[in-house]
């Protein structure tokens, strides 16, 4: 029985793989278009501005990059060190764990410590089986 629930899981990994990577993906870019147009959330922050409107450019270059899946590689490796840089620059300082509260304002820290695995995973994993890089490779 559970021979066969692993063969049929199994099976699915590489769609399920691709759908996390385009759903991460796409959360990623609209936090990075949110701090850069101001949408889908007005929080757009003023062209130059260092670190968070480069963080934007990062957030929503790479977000794109990794939802369709092309050099999702590279894309999830600058993408995990831009969260994990934002979390030790922005949340750690105020506490030393993610989930605690004295991290005030900041939202806490648990966002930007899931993002940075999620996309270290990416880095080790690669696309999934629906991405524009398994494409490029099947072709060559």
């Known amino acids: 029985m559970a021979t ?6 199994n ?20 936090h990075g278009a949110s701090l850069l147009f101001g ?3 007005a929080t757009r922050v003023p062209v130059g501005i260092w670190p ?6 990062i957030e929503f270059v790479a977000g794109l990059l990794i939802m369709v899946g092309l050099f999702t590689r590279p894309a999830a490796f600058l993408a ?5 840089v934002a979390y030790f620059w922005q ?21 930007s410590v899931l993002y940075c695995f999620a996309f270290l995973l990416l880095v080790f994993t690669g696309p999934g089986a629906y991405a524009l ?4 490779r099947t072709r060559r």
Do not use: C
């Open 52 to 57: 968070v409107w480069w963080a934007g450019v």
């Open 11 to 30: 099976r699915y990994s590489p769609a399920v793989l691709s759908l996390f990577r385009a759903v991460f993906g796409l959360l990623y870019a609209a």
């Open 91 to 111: 949340h750690q300082p105020h506490a030393l764990w993610p989930i605690d509260p004295a991290q005030g304002g900041h939202g806490g820290g648990e966002p």
């Open 80 to 84: 995990s060190g831009q969260m994990a």
């Open 4 to 9: 066969d629930l692993h063969a049929t899981l």
């Open 133 to 136: 890089d398994t494409r490029r």
């Open 39 to 41: 949408y889908p959330v």
